[in-house]
């Protein structure tokens, strides 16, 4: 049971807008910075999101995040093909005193 | 470029130990802490625990409190992982990670992940 709570999939089609939810507590998301990450398949994870909404250098601007209370989302706009692979949120935790990771959430472009 | 290259693949007997090396380059190793971050089969990431390699402070996940102890050669800009008394549910990819100016800043460097292995 992972501490960060995500849905396991979403689809869409391609050109289209899909959002990714991240629900927490004050004790992480409601307290400290939520990062997001993509998974590729076979690969290492890659920084998509920091600070709950900024991007890393070189990501596409089609990716954005945003963050309400110990709730947080990723947007991906202009679905592409390329964009399937696994998201997962993480945030530090204040109680847990460490990094704590949602399950992951698997994206298929229809 | 900045990256962090891991050592190769381990396969380990239940009970003994593995250490992992996690080579930096590009970048001034000791500016910015280093996570280790591991991934079962088909399951999500779990973080073990983090370093500063400048001061060699260390905090590590309640579930591996332990058995984890992480260090590092600065004279070498390597950082090791090393997962003492093994069992099978240990089988995972590990990876290491830079953590940016601050743990909100999220892990923007990651290693290619080393395969560990755990059976009799």
């Known amino acids: 049971q992972s501490v960060l709570t995500q849905p396991p999939s979403v689809s869409e089609a391609p050109r289209q807008r899909v959002t990714i939810s991240c629900s927490g507590s004050s004790s992480n998301i409601g307290n400290n910075a939520v990062n997001w990450y993509q998974q590729l398949p076979g690969k290492a994870p890659k920084l998509l999101i920091y600070y709950d909404d900024l991007l890393p250098s070189g990501v596409s601007d089609r990716f954005s995040g945003s963050k309400s209370g110990t709730s947080a989302s990723l947007a991906i706009s202009g679905l592409q093909s390329e964009d399937e692979a696994d998201y997962y949120c993480?945030?530090?935790?204040?109680?847990?005193?460490?990094?704590?990771f949602g399950g992951g959430t698997k994206l298929t472009v229809l | 470029q900045v990256q962090l290259v891991q050592s190769g693949a381990e396969v380990k007997k239940p009970g003994a130990s593995v250490k992992v090396s996690c080579k930096a380059s590009?970048?001034?190793?000791?500016?910015?802490?280093i996570n280790w971050v591991r991934q079962a089969t088909g399951q999500g990431l779990e973080w073990m625990g983090w370093?500063?390699?400048?001061?060699?402070?260390?905090g590590y996940a309640q579930k591996f409190q332990g058995r984890v102890t992480m260090t590092r050669n600065t004279s070498i800009s390597t950082a090791y992982m090393e997962l003492s008394s093994l069992r099978s549910e240990d089988t995972a990819v590990y990876y290491c990670?830079?953590?940016?100016?601050?743990?909100?800043?999220?892990?923007?460097?990651w290693g290619q992940g080393t395969t560990v292995t755990v059976s009799s």
């Open positions: 370093m500063n390699p400048n001061s060699g402070n260390t």
């Open positions: 993480a945030a530090w935790d204040d109680s847990l005193n460490g990094q704590v």
């Open positions: 990670a830079r953590v940016g100016a601050t743990v909100s800043s999220g892990m923007d460097v």
């Open positions: 590009g970048y001034t190793f000791t500016s910015y802490d």
